[in-house]
């Protein structure tokens, strides 16, 4: 019989999902009104179903593993995730003190490195493109602000 | 011939200079990231959405369109020169089409699937015209025990339907809910699950949902399994024109397809997937060259094509008349219309007439713009395929966070796009589909109203969902949709042990 460490894993993590809604909703208020259905009627009714449909799931791993799931065969790379995972990580961290255009280079570059390219020199100068681009088509075309960060005397004053 | 007039004035409107260059800049820009290996429409249409933020409503609503049916050409080149589907509706597509191409056809199999989409598009366009006022009148009797009935239908319907398995579908369904349920309750005003996040109390929205699932998870699952993998892009050699006997051989594909394609979009079924795969099917069993599929008929490839843009029609059908999406890319649409605080539905027919018929209008526009644009640009879209994974995935990121993060100018969307991205990661990897999530996201709110203004009309008394008859056929076919499958299986279990 197959058994699927991960399967049994994500069934557990939905019922936990379901117990902490259901947590956060007894602390929500009750009264609504007119026809008493307050703002914790349904987020009750989701949690329920959460519950029992992760309670499924945990069923469904212990007696044979998930239905008719197709197999996956191909081999993890924890490098290639993490560059990619890192990639977003550091351009969260940047947007907002470097500027969207510093922080998109450097997502590109990340993002290029997890799909296995070492050409840094070209991936930096094609993603700075790529952002600068972008930068000046939302901020001039589309007037939607957008950090200009440390490149902000060189920028020329758009952006925020 | 009321619906007629209206056309007329929504032509006013949809042929106006602006509106038509809206709508060829919303076609070139769908086809061109519609065209992108493994970006699908959903995910081509909620990347593409933050460029419309300073339009008028009609403008982006238009572009919109265009961004659509672009969305759905682009995925199908895709599918025959490279033959890795971005999406199941896809998938009938690739049997025939890739061997097309592979046989030195891709020509003709491009030509006879950017023809198909226009006369199904547009056959099935003429067909939305003339049923939606229809529908519109009758959701017009619908009262919010109705509404509410017929969400659930559509819940269930999309969450069971599709994909494998009815527990993991159901779950997807539910984390929509869920997450549908996070920011400002609208009756109240009561801030729910936001855990003091400012950011949270706009609740989640469906951009950052669908661009974490689909953008972010995708290139995490890619760059993790598949970043070794390579593909083959078929050549388009010789003439692009289609044969006389390829002529023959397509039409009555076509218009079989359209007919089954258009209902199936109207019905919430999740979309284009089934109709495809009936299409592909009818066509193999009517050939007269049964001999042929499998090595690239012609008829494979009309038949899917057509009948996924007949769907796609078809789904505007619920989505204008009744505000209920029934795919992924339905969901995204009407968070489009949400960002301009309209709510597609009946009222909207009446109290903005001119954009909705505008929008109608424009459908017939934008599909011819698609095929006078797409055939000769054909060449382009080659070069747009032939972009390496690496660099690929790097400008679509860079588009992805600019979407997340223009909404509130904060990293907490990012990170939330992120933690997504994980959630579509693992979707993909067991075997969970998404789409039910995203129209979870964009319905649940609408069906959580609908539940609390019925039983406020009833004073309370839940009995209203039962004692109304619409409301109880769709409740009764929900349950049958639901436990029938599984008696079945269980006595089928029981006769063979």
Redo the contacts between chains.
């Keep these: 019989m197959r058994r699927s460490g991960?399967?049994i894993a994500?069934s557990i993590g939905?019922v936990v999902?379901g117990v902490a809604?259901a947590g956060?909703t007894a602390t929500?208020?009750s009264e609504?009104?007119?026809?008493?259905?307050?703002?914790n009627?349904?987020?009750a009714g989701?949690a329920a179903?959460?519950i029992v449909?992760?309670l499924?799931?945990v069923y469904?791993a212990f007696t044979g593993g998930?239905?008719?799931?197709?197999e996956?065969t191909?081999?993890?790379?924890?490098g290639?995730?993490l560059?990619?995972?890192g990639?977003?990580?550091a351009?969260?961290?940047l947007?907002?003190w470097a500027g969207?255009v510093i922080a998109?280079t450097v997502?590109?570059?990340f993002?290029?490195?997890?799909?296995?390219?070492r050409r840094w020199a070209r991936?930096a100068a094609?993603?700075l493109v790529?952002?600068l681009g972008?930068f000046y088509f939302?901020v001039k075309l589309?007037?939607?602000?957008?950090?200009a960060g440390w490149l902000a005397p060189v920028l020329g004053g758009a952006g925020? | 011939m009321e619906a007629l007039s209206a056309l007329l004035s929504g032509f006013g409107v949809a042929l106006q200079p602006i509106n038509l260059m809206w709508g060829f800049i919303g076609v070139t820009l769908g086809t061109f990231v519609g065209v992108l290996p493994g970006v699908g429409p959903a995910l081509t249409v909620a990347m593409l959405l933050?460029?419309t933020?300073?339009l008028d409503p009609t403008g982006a609503l238009i572009m919109f369109a265009g961004i659509y049916y672009g969305a759905m050409f682009g995925g199908s080149t895709t599918t025959i020169l490279l033959n890795t589907p971005g999406e199941s509706a896809s998938i009938a597509t690739a049997l025939e089409g890739n061997r097309m191409a592979k046989a030195g056809r891709a020509g003709p199999a491009l030509a006879t699937s950017a023809i198909g989409s226009f006369v199904a598009g547009t056959i099935a366009t003429i067909l939305l015209t003339l049923l939606a006022p229809i529908v519109v009148d009758l959701a017009l009797k619908f009262g919010p025990a109705e509404y509410f009935a017929l969400m659930v239908f559509a819940f269930i319907t999309v969450s069971s339907v599709l994909g494998?398995?009815t527990?993991?579908g159901?779950?997807s369904l539910?984390?929509g809910?869920?997450l549908g349920?996070v920011g400002i309750?609208s009756?109240?005003g009561?801030a729910?699950?936001t855990f003091g996040v400012p950011e949270l109390l706009d609740g989640v929205d469906v951009v950052v949902l669908a661009v974490g699932l689909f953008a972010?998870g995708e290139?995490?699952y890619?760059?993790?399994?598949?970043?070794?993998v390579s593909e083959t892009i078929e050549k388009v050699r010789g003439s692009i024109m289609m044969s006389a006997s390829d002529w023959k051989r397509s039409w009555p594909a076509w218009l079989r397809a359209t007919a089954i394609g258009f209902p199936f979009g109207t019905i919430p079924a999740g979309g284009s997937e089934i109709p495809t795969f009936l299409s592909y099917a009818t066509e193999k069993k009517l050939t007269r060259h049964p001999e042929e599929f499998g090595k690239g008929a012609i008829e494979g490839v009309a038949g899917p094509e057509a009948a996924n843009n007949a769907a796609a029609t078809g789904v505007l059908v619920p989505l204008l008349t009744l505000g209920i999406p029934t795919s992924a890319t339905a969901a995204i649409l009407l968070g489009a219309f949400q960002n301009y605080g309209l709510q597609p539905g009946p009222l909207l027919f009446q109290s903005q007439a001119n954009l909705v018929w505008g929008l109608i209008a424009s459908l017939y526009v934008g599909n011819l713009i698609l095929l006078v644009l797409n055939l000769p640009l054909i060449g382009i879209w080659v070069k747009v395929l032939e972009i390496?994974?690496?660099?690929l995935?790097?400008?679509i990121?860079?588009?992805a966070?600019?979407g997340a993060?223009?909404l509130h100018?904060?990293?907490v969307d990012?990170?939330m796009?992120?933690v997504f991205?994980l959630l579509g990661f693992?979707m993909r990897?067991?075997?969970i589909p998404v789409g039910p999530a995203v129209i979870g996201l964009i319905l649940?709110p609408l069906a959580?109203t609908q539940?609390?203004r019925a039983?406020?009309?009833?004073?309370?008394d839940p009995s209203v969902f039962i004692t109304h008859p619409i409301s109880a056929t769709f409740l009764a076919i929900t349950a049958a949709l639901l436990v029938v499958p599984f008696i079945v299986r269980h006595r089928s279990r029981r006769r063979r042990g």
Excluded: C
């Design positions: 991960a399967e994500l939905v999902l809604v956060v929500l208020p609504g009104g007119y026809a008493r259905i307050g703002p009627v349904i987020p989701v179903g959460i449909l992760g499924w799931l469904e998930w239905r008719k799931r197709t996956q191909e081999v993890f790379e924890p290639a995730f560059w990619v995972s990639a977003l990580f351009h969260m961290a947007i907002g969207f998109g997502l590109f570059v993002i290029a490195r997890g799909f296995g390219s991936n094609l993603g790529l952002s972008i939302f589309l007037n939607v602000n957008l950090p925020i | 933050p460029l933020v300073r494998s398995s527990v993991r159901l779950t539910f984390l809910l869920f349920l309750d009756q109240t009561q729910r699950f972010v290139a995490l890619v760059a993790a399994y598949q970043s070794r390496p994974k690496d660099l995935y790097a400008g990121l860079v588009f966070t600019l993060y223009s100018q904060s990293w990012l990170a796009l992120y991205g693992a990897r067991w075997d649940g959580e539940f609390r039983l406020a009309i009833s004073q309370g």
